[in-house]
């Protein structure tokens, strides 16, 4: 089969790198890929929001199925449009992205289905959303509707920090038009893990449960990132809880979806919070988080292929997927300054002295005359597994030791909460 990843960070290498493996894929193709993933699979120049660029290359080239990773396409609706052009496509529908794409579409869905997760309310208008503010009171969490980089959540410990978070939303357009609509919701505490699940709409097959790290800073300090590391399976996800999510949060999810009308395929990605009053969602995502990728699909002993196909074909109950019974633990490289200002270009130094048994995933970087530049906020998902998860954590460590950049920066507590 000749299969095309659409994005170009360490999740989609992550994949990749799995897709490599699989009997079932001849050739391989990213679009736009990087530096990392243009040594397993052809790089195409293409952006991962160009709906129509992509089509027209895998009609053009006969790709028989595209997986796609990042939120965006999926928004706006890249499978939808792959699908009728003829061609497989892995994900879901720009309708089901929703979940992830609006927060009000996804708070209302768990109102509606009694899906746990923090009182909230909806507001299109600065005054009200302000007069809300100061009746609740502080600590409040404010967030931007739509997609706004992971960057669009605010945690106000004062009603003054509230207040600004609102302002600068939606009047100062901080966030563009995510802002126009804001969620204000209780906040809530424990333990977050993530639980990505595959599903084929009707089957819900969960994936080893992970854990992020957002902020940029140890001790959980600085502004939120994309994610700074992430270690696989939580300490935290216990069977008994891992049951407790499959009944109250993942099946009424997936059942809930289908019901609207809008059955969802691919992965969905519950970001959850362990509060005192069981399990809560605090988001959802469409799609494969990163890193926490990176970690989990390290962990993969099946083909992915045949996950991905059982996935777009409605027959996940058909088959049953094989993890490797370790833990893994992924530290990101960052460029310093991120996930504010930072420099690119930097040559990359030590990458052939990392034992072979510590995977380095590459987020940002670009391979020119056989040396590897930084290209990006996240370089590097520099990751490995162990018989538990301190020896992960341990293992990673030491591949992050062996390789060098000008200004690097990584946290130095992946795992250690
Ligand atoms: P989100 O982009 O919705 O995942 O939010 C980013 C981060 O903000 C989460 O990973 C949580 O750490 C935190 N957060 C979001 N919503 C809440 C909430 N209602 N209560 C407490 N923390 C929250
Ligand atoms: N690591 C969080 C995300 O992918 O959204």
């Known amino acids: 089969m000749k299969v095309l ?43 991962a929001t160009d709906i129509d660029g992509i089509t027209a290359y895998c009609t053009e080239n006969a ?25 497989r496509a892995f ?59 992971g960057k669009g959540v605010i945690i106000a410990e004062t009603v ?16 563009g038009s995510s802002g126009d609509k804001i969620v204000i919701e209780e906040f809530m505490t424990g333990p977050e893990v993530t639980v990505l699940c595959f599903t084929d709409g009707k089957n819900i097959v969960p994936l080893p449960s992970s854990q992020d790290h957002k902020r940029a800073f ?27 999510c499959m009944d109250e949060i993942f099946r009424p999810t997936i059942d809930a979806m289908a019901k609207e009308g809008y059955p969802f395929k691919g992965v969905i990605y519950f970001g959850l919070m362990l509060t005192p009053n069981g399990p809560k969602v605090i988001e959802y995502n469409a799609r494969f988080g990163d890193p926490e990728t990176q970690a989990v699909l390290s962990l993969l002993d099946s083909d992915i292929m045949d996950i991905f196909e059982a996935v777009v074909d409605g027959t996940l ?14 530290v990101v490289m960052a ?52 018989d538990d998860l301190n020896a992960a954590i341990a293992r990673a460590y030491h591949g992050v030791g062996c390789i060098s950049f000008d200004n690097a920066h990584y946290r130095k507590d992946i795992g250690r909460k």
């Open 317 to 330: 109950d058909k088959i049953s997927i094989r993890w490797k019974n370790k833990s893994a633990c992924c």
């Open 160 to 175: 003054m920090e509230a207040k600004t978070a609102v302002i600068h939303m939606m009047e100062n357009k901080a966030f």
């Open 91 to 149: 994900g879901p529908t720009a309708e089901a992205a929703r979940i992830e794409s609006s927060k009000a579409f996804s708070k209302t869905l768990m109102n509606k289905y009694g899906i746990p997760t923090a009182k909230y309310c909806v507001f299109d208008n600065v005054n009200d959303a302000i007069n809300f503010v100061e009746k609740q009171g502080a600590p409040i969490v404010i967030k931007a509707d739509g997609l706004a980089l």
């Open 335 to 386: 460029s310093g300054g991120y996930p504010q200002k930072y420099n690119t270009g930097c040559p990359i130094s030590g990458l052939d002295a990392v034992p072979e048994d510590i995977t380095v995933f590459h987020a940002g970087t670009k391979l020119e005359n056989g040396q590897y530049l930084t290209s990006g906020g996240r370089v590097l998902g520099v990751t490995a597994l162990g």
């Open 218 to 244: 140890d001790g959980d300090k600085g502004l939120n990132t994309g994610g700074m590391g992430a270690i696989s399976p939580s300490p935290y996800y216990t069977e008994d809880i891992a049951q407790r």
């Open 5 to 47: 990843v659409v994005g170009g960070g360490g999740r989609e290498h992550a994949i990749c790198t799995a897709l490599s493996k699989s009997n079932k894929v001849s050739e391989l193709y990213c679009a736009p890929g990087n530096g990392g993933i243009s040594t397993i699979a052809t790089c195409v120049p293409i952006k």
């Open 63 to 87: 790709i028989d199925f595209v997986m796609v990773a990042p939120d965006d396409p999926l928004a706006l609706g890249m499978v939808n449009k792959l699908t009728e052009a003829g061609i």
